[in-house]
């Protein structure tokens, strides 16, 4: 369909012929590039703040259970109902082991070693019956 539009009555005849062009072939309605942009911004807005709250539940939930996990001594042994000796002791023990159920915090060479006990592995460990305990 050409036709050039030269006045206001060629123009409605033009949007009458257009729209019936249209109903006949069965063709959906245009939607301006405009109106998609927005429409995808806007899902993509509302998908990014949907990742964003998710990370920062995520993140939190992890920082929870980190801070939940490794222990000084003294909250350690408050968790676990023993005192901080006991956990020098188990320590020192083949049941324990390094990186596992306590690790060291100091720097590197320094001569006071720092330590914290990993108490959900500490219980683990403890859960055991003595017979199958490793012993020194």
């Excluded at 720097?107 to 006990?117: D, E, N, T």
């Amino acid at each position: 369909m050409t036709a050039i539009v030269t006045t206001a009555r060629d123009l409605k005849q033009f949007k009458q012929e257009a729209c019936m062009m249209t109903k006949n072939e069965h063709k959906p309605p245009t939607v301006s590039l405009d109106e998609l942009d927005r429409e995808a911004i806007a899902a993509l807005t509302a998908a990014a703040n949907q990742l964003s709250q998710a990370l920062a539940l995520l993140t939190k939930q992890l920082e929870e259970k980190y801070s939940e996990r490794w222990m000084t001594p003294d909250l350690a042994a408050r968790e676990l109902d023993v005192t901080a000796k006991v956990l020098d002791y188990w320590r020192e023990s083949p049941e324990f082991e390094h990186g596992i159920h306590y690790r060291s915090i100091a720097k590197p060479g320094a001569v006071i070693q720092r330590w914290q006990y990993n108490v959900p592995q500490c219980r683990q460990a403890l859960a055991k019956p003595p017979e199958k305990r490793k012993t020194f």
